[in-house]
Every structure is written in C-alpha cells, then in structure tokens.
C-alpha cells in the first residue's frame, strides 16, 4: 500500500468521512455549502501544491538557511515561490469566513488540507500556520479598522504574521516579560501604543517573502509609578506591522523593529527564527520619534487571555505538525523496510535469498509502533479540530469542555510520540537512515522542535493538571470517560477487538483510579510534581481510545475498504493494547509509592 | 558540584576506587605494578590531554567534515594534532603487554582514561578505539611478523586500525558478503591472498592523520568451484594495510583499496565514514596485479569467530562512548538549569525573584533520569571491563559467563538510555538546546549513531536472547541473580535503600519467571520476536541493581565522601526504583498477553 502521494488518500478519507463524519459538518449553517465534492477537490488541491511546491525544496532549505544583512532576513528563494502558489490556491483564507474573504470550511477540513503542507515541508508550512492563527486572532478580538488592515491581507496571504511573547530572559515564565507599551494617541486603525524590549524566538520574525509581517505582541503598559505590573496579569497584546500602514499617519514608513539576530537550529530551518528588538530608535524612528508602534487589541490587561486563542490554536497545529512528520517518517520507513533486503527468517537456510527487513519480527514492531503514533496523532489532532468546529460553530458545550481538556495532549502526546516515531526511522533504516542522504534524519531534527515550541510539554503538563483536572474536579475527565466507555461497549461485540477493549477497559480504571485520588489530595499524591507522567499515560489512554474507535470504524466499513487497510487498523489497535496500554501502571506508580521524591530532592546534589 | 572538569574526579575515583575497587586488580600478577598513584596519574593526563587537545575543536569538527580528493580523506588538521598528543602520551598502549611495548595496564583503567576522551570528543576518540581494537586482535590471533608489522606501529599510534566488516548490500547480515579471497602465495608477513569487493560504513576508512593503516577486512575464500560458501561459515579474516609493509615484497606501495565515497552523517562527523573498494585494480596495482593484499588472520573460516573479539570489544566502548556523551550532556544541563531563571515555586507571588530551573521539580526528574541513565551507564560499562580484566588475567570462569551476558547489556542499555539522556539535555536546554550554539544538540546527533553501529539494538537483542539466556538455558542469568540477590541482601539493612532493595527485589523477580517462561517455552512467549522487550526490561534490571549497589556503596564511605555525593548516589538510586524499575512489567507484558502478535501481522498491511 506504498505510494508516492504525500498523504495516502485513503487515509485522509477514512479519518474523515469514514472515522469523524466530517462531511456531516455541513448540517451547521456556517457550513452548509460543505459537500464531499469540495472536500475531496481541496485534498486534490493540497497534494498538487504541497507536492509541486513544498517537498522540492525541503533539503534545500536545510542546508541553505536564512541569513541576516542590514536590511533584513533573506530566506531561500523557493520559500516564497511556494508560498506565493499556497496563497494563489486561495488556501490562507480556508477557515475563514466568506464576510473576510475566506472559504468558510471547518476548521477540521482545513487541517486536513494543512496536513500535507506539514508533511512535504514543515519549515515552510510554519508561515502560513502563524499567519492564519494571527489572523484569526485579529478577527476574532481586533477592531475592524485592524481586520481591514492587517488580517485581510494575511488571509490574502499578501501579508504575513507572527506571535512575539518570549524574551531572552522570560521562556516559559511570561509573567516575567519587560517588554513596555506606553499611549501615543489613537489613530485610524485605533488605540496605539510605542513598544521596547527583546523578542526571542520569533519565527517568520523578519522574510523577504511577504509585502509586510503583522506582529502579536505581548507587552506590558507601565503603571502611574512608570512600574510594569509582577505577573501576568499586567500583559496586554499589540498588532505591531513591520511596515506601518495606518491610513494618513506614518503609512508606508518602516516600523521601529529590528532583528537582532537568527536562531541557527538543529532543524526547522527554513523557518527564520529571529530575536526581535522593538523600540531601540537607531535605525527606524517612526514619526521621527523611537519606539515601535503598535495598535492595542482588546482591552488593557487582556493579553494573554487573548492570546491564549492563539496558543491553542498553535498548539493543536504543532501537534499535527508533529503528527505529519510522524506520518512521513513512517511512510519512508514502510517503503524502505519493504525494499531493502537482510537476513532471512529464523531456521531458514543462508543459501536462500534474503527478505525484506519488514517481514523480521522485530522490524514490524517498529513499523507498528511509529504507525500507532504517527496515525494515531493525526486522529488525535483532527479529533480535537472537529471539537473546536463543534464548538465554536455549533456552540456545543461538551465539545468545549473536551477540547479543553484534550488540547494539551494532542499537543504532547503527537509531540513526544511523533518524535519517537520519527526516531524509529532512523533506527529501521540502520546506517543509512543516520546519513543525511535520506530524509528521515531530518525529519527527525525537524521534528524535535515539537516538545519544545507553544509550551514545553513540562508546562503542558502543568496546564493539563492544573488547569484541566484539578481545577474542574475531573468533570471533563469524567465526560471524557464516558466516550471512552461507549467505544468500549461497542468493541465487545468485535470478534476480533474485544480483548483490546478489555485491556483499554483496563487502563480506563487504572487512570481513573489515578485521577480521583490525585483531585481528592493532590499533595498527597504529589499530582503537580508527576504532572508529565499524569500527561503521559493519559496520553496513552486517549490514543487507545482512539485506536480502539479507528479500528472499529474500519471493521464497520469492510464491505467498502482494502482489506489490507481495515487488517491494518485492526493489528495497530491490537499492537496498542498489548506493547503500549501496559505501560500505564509503571508510569502512574510513582505517584503512589514515592509521591514525594521529587521535592524531596536537593538540587544541589547534582 | 558542577565542576569545569570533563569529568568530576570525585565520579571516577568512586566508581573505580569505592565501588569496583580496581585497584586490587593490582593483585594478579600481570597487573602487579598497579597501584593508586600510577592510577591518579592516568587520569591526571587523560583529563589534561582530552581538554587540551581533544575538546577544542568539537564544533568545528562537526561543521568541517571529512573531505574526499583524488590523494585520500582529508580531515580536520586539529584531529590529527590531537592524536599526536595522544601518542606521544603514551595512551595508545595502555592496556598492552610490555612485551608490545604497552603500559600493561587493566582494561578497566584504559577504559576510565578513554572516558575522558570519548566525553571530550567522540568522533576523534574513534580512531584510537577503532585502532586499540584492531591490535589487540592482532597481537592475540596473529603472527609475530604481522605484529611486528602492523600492532606494535598501532600501539605506538603511528598506524590506525579499522575494522571492515558491512558492504553496502549486507549491513547485519555478515552471512551475505561477497568480497572474495584469492590465495596469492606467502610472504614474510604470512599467507598472502588477494581481495576484492566493497566495504561500506567504514569508520577511519581513510584519513590523513597516520603513516598507514591497517584494515581488517571480512571476506571469503572461494572454493574449488569458484564459488563463495554461503553463511558465516565461510568467513574469513585479513590484515590489509593501506601502504604495502612486507620486508621485500611490494614495500611502501598503495595497496588496492580505493574510498569511494564519503557518508555524510548526522553527527560522529569528525571520523571519516567511508564507503572502500578493494581490488579495483584501476588506481593502484601492488607488484603490478589487481587485488587488495591482506594477510590471513586465524584459519580460512574463522574470520568472524576471531572478529568477534573485535566487536565485543568495540560493543564494550560504544557503550562507554554512549555512557559519556550521556554524562557530558548531564553535566551540562546541571550547569544550565542551575544557572537559568524561570519561574517561581508554586503558591509564591509574582513579584519575587525567579529561581534556577534545577529547583521545579519537573527538572529535577528530568536531572535524576539523566544522572540514573549517565552515572548507571558509565558504571555498566567500567563493570564489565572488571569482568574482562578478571576473565582474561585471572582466568575467572564466572568472570566471563557475565562478561558474555552483560556485553549486549552494555552496548544496548548504555545507547539507548544515553541518547535518551542526550535528549532531555536539549529539553531542559529549552529552545537553546534546540540550537547549535549549545554543545547539548551536537552531543544528541552523535550520541544517535550509537544504538546503529557494532549491532543494532535489535540485532544485540537477538544475541541476547538466542545465544546468551536460551543457549546456555539461563545458567549465566542465574549466576547473575545471585550477585543481585546479594546486593538486595546487603540494601536490606540500608535504612534509606530498605524500600530501594524491595522494589529491585519485585522486578527481579518479575525478570527470573519470565527468563524461566521463555527458556521452557520460546516459540508460546515469542520470545525472538519480542527479543528487544526482553533485552530492554533486562537491562533496566541490571541498571537497577547497579544503581542500589553505588549507593550502598556510596552510603558505606559516607565518612570519607561529600555529603551531597553521597546523597546524590541514593537519591538516583531511590529515582530508579520509584521511576524506572515499574517500567518492566509493561514491557515483559505482550509476551504473555500477545506473544505471537509479531509473527501473525502482515507486512503487507502497512
């Protein structure tokens, strides 16, 4: 079932239609002129771009990364050639709404679309990620003079967009930002402000592929006492353009940001990651005076919350990010393992030919295992899209609560599996897969990025303990188990996936087990300390789940897909249960038998 | 503790002196001019040498790499000096006989000066490895005139060793080769044979560094019929230098062995990786007849029991280098996140001061995983080097039982959790370690190679089980017991290590019923096919018991030992057990629930 498409179709198809009944998104009026007929047209769409334009340059990029001279950062050339052809196909606008220019499809089936962006080339597909995240952002919070301005454009893809929230000093601590606001008046695109202080990490900070970049800022605005507010509390967000754009005022002129310096990293490296000064006034002086000027969105105060939109949206898009360079690592592995040839069965003779590697017992271990990450993390992700169109478009209150909840696991879990899965490609391919002749080494240090970018999954994990278990007393979790039981229930009657269903049935309890007692006494157990191994079989219990529920959904469909398809889900959900479900208990059990370790520990013993 | 040393004396001396007391090797007569102060001032050289001449140029041979022209390989100028110095110290000949003009020193000591290097700079450590090796096979399977000819100028580093073993059609599979022998008469070196065919993968295959160097080269003998016996046991093994040395015969000309092309790798980029053909007979034609001149080592069809010796022997140091690169990317990351600020513990105002990150208790599990991965590795690996001194100079029969067990362990259970460790060190380096301005993203790329060369971890797995447990129907894996039995035993009365010991004790236990399933019954557990599981949940017994046993140590010099490395060593023996040691049972569980899934799942469904 090896092809040379980026995507099997087939695998989109089943997920989609056969797996979420996408297609019955159409019932909710904002997106009623959703057929199968512009679905299955937008697929073909993305394979002919992401392949035509995408995958060429994707060692290209690796080698030859962006640099920096006086007047700004240059990115390979086929960057912007690529990008100028994703905007032609109208595919920036994809989500949007017709009133902003946009195609008006689910988020859901945009992420499908998106899906073979990442997989041909992720460093390129991270422009356009952080451009329509911007964008919506604008039109979700930004007043329409702002929307007119700067969103449109970057739905248009003429414009591009960034999130600047990290400085050198403050990573995964915003509270600790120093980057300054202060009111300079109010003007045609509405209540501006000039910012000073360092952006770190910034990718796409500074290109010469867009007509101008919209930067997000967060910042803080000094207080009476001209002190910046402790916490997070104090941020409040800014539209900062590269070139400012306010209609009579400044219009044209260069904005008072600066890159200071690029980021040489160990993969991703189409994407030009800046360190950003706002404000230094050498160099650019807006009106003649420092200071970058940057336009308030929302209300004073409101910043991260709002930018909290953004984040989430970011985050499930790192995780199918990472899903995707999974699912390309694993596809090379399958067409690789399937060619080369070593060694022979056990007790077979020397003098016989050898077999391919994929039929050693060891090696379809490996393929099974990257299969149920890489594919089990695109489920996962585009579950979590079709919550968020239930959500936001159908206003369904559970699909809230369950995107909530599930939005940092389909972040790490696809991030640190998807990794892993990556790493198996290199390990299928032996000496071969550690050159750089082959890509899956690259996708492997494209890939690592994942854990770390839109929270690291230690902060994740403090989120989804904090945030989404304890603080709700476990009643999204409790909604989420009942899904689970449903699956469960209908897996009892399968033949063929009944002992899967007991073993996830398994897990159900040892988790829920888990979670009521650390809600009950979260010191006791040592919950906020274990919070990445709380994440992590939890994880592991929802990807079951899923599993669970792929591979009844193929068994449903039999009668309409290749066997060799429908074996295939069936044998990852049963690898999933016997090599990966039991692994549960031991990374729960610390949190039972030695709660307290951790903060027990001196760090000056290291 | 953080020190700007390699590696912190107080670790090394602990190891050594405290816990394996290699020192009273000094009481076999071959080792009989040892003694603590030869010891101190081996590693007094190792630690200046590796800092002075090793460590400087470890980025820049990562991005200067080995370049190929019509005259040869040519690498880094620095390498060379550094392997000058480490001639000229003497260090080649460490663990030789005086008789080979060697230090006659324990394998055990070589191998803690050779940490220094491998920590300091891998990819340069390679040559001496690959070149230590390579003579001692010689001195102990060849003629006097081939060490006369070939060792003694390695021991004296003027020659560098390789070991030619893969071609590009058969990387595991060693039964598969096809580079042919041809007899070609004697010489004062010994039976001569002419070869023919490629070698790929070859580490140190051409450099510019040394006067020569001498391969070992794998290949067969035809037979009457012209034809190569299929299998290994057809296998035999040649010494064939680069430069002609024979008194008489063909002396100072280029052998046949032509480079074909370079790998360009991942990381490990300063040891030059080459793809070798012998027997072109284009560029160079010794006594004017095509054919690579080697000299048979050992008898026609013991090429690969001989080379084992070889390979064990590099297994023990990839596992060494796995061990150091973990322990440099440990070290790293304490200095880091001792030093970084972010956040605040929980419940503690904003206003405050940010503390290091070596203080949220996230870090610190991430610190204790790396530390329990690094330290238990090193430890493995300087244990079974013990065992090797006692098999070899003491003749100690139950010496090599678990030298022959544990060698798998060492290469698999050290690359693997070292690399595991390698990658936390980028993940508590945050979007730094991502970048190439910290040495932690260099030392994951090279640390990745390690469960791929000398035998995959897959392949060890294999060997573990077949010819280590199932052969010898576990009277290795008893006597092994016994030696953890008798550190339970010892922890029992250990007040911080009681809970310690118990924990071991379970997955002993849970190890021992399942080595007894699976030896009564290997086809009912799939035991082959679930090989890497087994190897896996083996290896972290062992850690295990390790782990207890440096801390019982370490407890019993309390009087003489800092109190934080004292509580350092029972801490992350504590952390294994509460963390690593419940992993075991998940991963022993699919050969009891699901033994035969491996061997039942098509390859044709991926």
Redesign the interface.
Known sequence: ??SASLIRRADMDFLLLDWLGADRLAEIPRFSDLSRETLAALLDLSETVASRHFLPHYKTADVQEPSLDESGVHILPEIGVALSAYAEAGLFGQSFSYEHGGMQLPLTVAAASFAHFLTANIATAAYPMLTVANARLLTTFGGEALVDALARPEIEGRYFGTMCL?EP?????L??ITTRAVADGEDGLGRRYRLSGNK??ISGGDQDASENICHLVLAKIPGPDGKLI???AGISLFAVPKTLVAPGVFAGERNDVVVAGL????GYRGTANCLLNFGEGQRHRPGGAAGAVGYLVGEPGQGLAIMFMMMNEARLQVGLGAAMLAYRSHRLS?AY??ER???RP?GV???TR?I?I????????M??AQ?SYAEGAVALVLYCFHLADLAEAAEDAEARQLLDLLTPVAKTWSSEWGLVASDIA??IH??Y?????FDV?QL??DN??N???EG???IQ??DFIGRKLIRDKGEAFTLLLSRIDATIARGAASAALAETGR?LNMARAAMADMVRELIADPAGT?A??????VLTAFGHLVAGWLWLDQALAAEAARDRLPT??V??KV?TA??F???EL??????L??LR??PL???E??????
């Open positions: 079932m090896t990290s000093q403050a990573g995964s601590s509270a600790d770190m990490w402790p916490g997070t980021n040489h990293k160990m399958v393992a399937g040839a070593q060694g056990r003779m020397p003098d050898p391919p994929a039929r050693h017992p060891d090696v379809k271990r393929l099974l299969k290199i390990q032996g000496g897969g550690y050159t750089r002749d080494e492997y240090r690592r990025l854990p770390i970018h690291t999954t230690g994990a403090i073993v040592g906020m300390d274990n919070a990445t191994a060799e398809f074996d295939g044998a049963r690898y249960a016997a090599y039991p692994k549960i208990p031991g990374w059990s610390p038998a030695a370790l951790l903060s520990v001196n760090a000056e013993l290291f």
